[in-house]
């Protein structure tokens, strides 16, 4: 059981808020480093990088934003959630810890840190 009973205890040591996030991505996938076919939720326990819930502070940010963003801040997304052609907000993952001068920039802020 090992690597899986680690996800599972470090899952049930999350306060209840994060696992409820965390469970509104168990039906995406997405692939590792090594093309291995994950569940984003699984993904996030697993991932020793920093992974954020990021959204635009006046409720919307325009595309160049998000991807001047992620392009400055040297991040990936895993997922997003959006409303008609409208990006309410990404997950994200990073190599380190996320400059709030950065997001600031680019008028966004952290929902949720999920790691």
Do not use: P
Not at 7 to 19: G, S, T, W
């Amino acid at each position: 059981m090992g690597k899986f009973k680690d996800i599972y205890i470090k899952y049930l040591n999350m306060n209840q808020d994060l696992r409820n996030i965390i469970k509104g991505y168990s039906n995406e996938v997405i692939y590792n480093e090594n093309n291995k076919k994950l569940l984003i939720s699984q993904y996030i326990l697993m991932s020793k990088k920093y992974i954020y819930e990021i959204k635009a502070i006046d409720g919307t940010a325009h595309l160049w934003t998000w991807s001047d963003f992620k392009d400055e801040a040297k991040g990936k997304i895993l997922s997003y959630k959006t409303e008609g052609n409208i990006i309410l907000s990404q997950l994200m993952e990073f190599e380190k810890e996320l400059d709030l001068d950065i997001l600031n920039k680019y008028g966004l802020e952290i929902i949720n840190r999920l790691n």
